[in-house]
């Protein structure tokens, strides 16, 4: 039985990669076709196996498909504004040539925070361009600092998808899972943005491309006819949700049940709760110089562009339950129990071979949570969310070609294959490599 069951896994798994990689199925068919090839072999009947999809589909679309689309909301919002503009006007303002890299990646993390990775990246290339050109330096010494602050906040902060799966079905506290996240993005920013920028702009010492040489500062034309939100509204109203969501997690530690605190906390520090003040709250801060129809137009043209990321995150929860309901997860639980093996290094490990096979930090997140999800029973709260971290370092390990994120650098910044590897994929490897290093430190801590 246990044969089978390992067999269901590795054959389930590899028909999702096959699918993906050599015939560029979409993901969420390929994640739905892998359940079903799950439960046939595991000996799971056809109906048991279409209801545990479902359940895990309906599951996860309804705990983080919400956030998924109030995150688009708030990060559309901030684009449309020009407070996103604000905050990279703002900081490069102030900069001199010497703590440039260092602005930069403090301007990526922060564009990264409410804003999906492909979303970031485009709002961020003409800052870079412009920025490399102003300066005279090399467009990797900019940019490459800029791209680890908004890679890093893919992987490992919440509300970004791949995070929030994972939060999700490994049952961990989300304002903890934020805060330990916030711990360790920011010494491995330090380190794989600004520190080998350095390196990698002695490697791969391009300039510019002529790509938007006509776009003002902030990349766009439209928003500079209304009045920008201020930088210290818009920082405010960016960080409003964090703010909520780890609020809740200190007032769990340091106030009593009961407490009047904690009860005004456990609902706004609730992501769903949390991210819809967030969304309310900048229709006014930032909508404010957009007018009601500029606001409405913005919210409802957030959302057709993430339909294909909320069906791969359910489909994600559905290969989830599937192997949970066939017992697969409970064996490889019992493995790594009588193993020895660090769980977190597991963690990152199974990442890592799906990201490098799929090409998708998403994939590889919802993927390796169901796997693990059954070991969560043998952990504490900081251990599960470390191990939520360490999922989200490995989906980040190494980007190369089965990846869009890999084409979109190597065109923007008119790279060859050769250098977009010793620049960006170099980058992404060192990113989830310093990640897991310091999730494993705190597991000392934790």
Do not use: C
């Not at 776009?215 to 766009?220: E, H, N, V």
Request: hydrophobic share 60%; charged share 10%.
């Amino acid at each position: 039985m246990a044969f089978q069951l390992i067999a269901a896994a590795l054959v389930g798994i590899a028909v999702i990669v096959l699918l993906i990689t050599r015939f560029h199925v979409h993901p969420f068919l390929g994640l739905t076709v892998g359940s079903l090839v799950v439960a046939a072999i595991a000996g799971r009947p056809v109906g048991d196996a279409v209801t545990s999809f479902s359940k895990g589909f309906g599951d996860t679309a309804a705990s983080v498909g919400t956030l998924i689309a109030l995150g688009a909301m708030f990060g559309k919002l901030l684009a449309d504004s020009g407070g996103a503009d604000q905050i990279v006007d703002t900081i490069i303002g102030r900069s001199s040539t010497r703590t440039l890299p260092w602005a930069m990646a403090l301007v990526g993390a922060l564009i990264g925070l409410p804003m999906f990775f492909e979303i970031g990246l485009v709002l961020l290339m003409p800052v870079i361009f412009l920025v490399a050109r102003r300066s005279g330096l090399s467009i990797i010494a900019v940019g490459i600092p800029a791209l680890a602050g908004l890679s890093a906040m893919h992987g490992f902060i919440p509300p970004h998808p791949g995070p929030l799966v994972a939060v999700a079905a490994l049952n961990a506290n989300l304002g903890l899972t934020l805060g330990l996240g916030v711990l360790i993005a920011i010494p491995t920013i330090a380190i794989a943005g600004p520190l080998f920028a350095r390196v990698a702009a002695r490697w791969v010492d391009v300039p510019a491309p002529e790509l938007f040489s006509e776009a003002p500062s902030g990349g766009g034309t439209a928003v500079e006819t209304r009045v920008r939100p201020t930088f210290g509204l818009t920082l405010a109203t960016v960080l409003l949700p964090v703010v909520l969501m780890m609020g809740k997690a200190l007032v769990d530690i340091f106030t009593a049940k009961g407490d009047l605190m904690r009860g005004v906390f456990d609902f706004v520090g609730t992501p769903l709760i949390a991210l819809l003040i967030a969304v309310v709250v900048a229709m006014f801060t930032l909508g404010r110089g957009m007018g009601v129809r500029g606001v409405s137009s913005s919210i409802e043209k957030s959302l057709p562009p993430i339909a294909g990321i909320l069906l791969i995150v359910a489909a994600g929860g559905g290969f989830k339950q599937t192997l949970v309901d066939t017992k697969i997860g409970d064996l490889i639980a019992g493995f790594v129990a009588g193993s020895g093996v660090s769980v977190l290094l597991l963690a990152w490990f199974i990442a890592v071979l799906i990201r490098l096979a799929t090409g998708s930090a998403t994939v590889a997140t919802v993927t390796a949570a169901g796997i693990l999800a059954p070991l969560v029973s043998t952990l504490d709260p900081g251990e599960t969310s470390l191990l939520v971290l360490a999922i989200g370092a490995g989906s980040l390990f190494f980007s190369h070609v089965n990846d869009a994120g890999f084409w979109l650098v190597k065109e923007y910044f008119g790279l060859s294959v050769g250098q977009n590897i010793k620049t960006w994929s170099v980058m992404e490897t060192i990113i989830s490599v310093v990640g897991l290093v310091f999730v494993l430190l705190l597991g000392l801590v934790v």
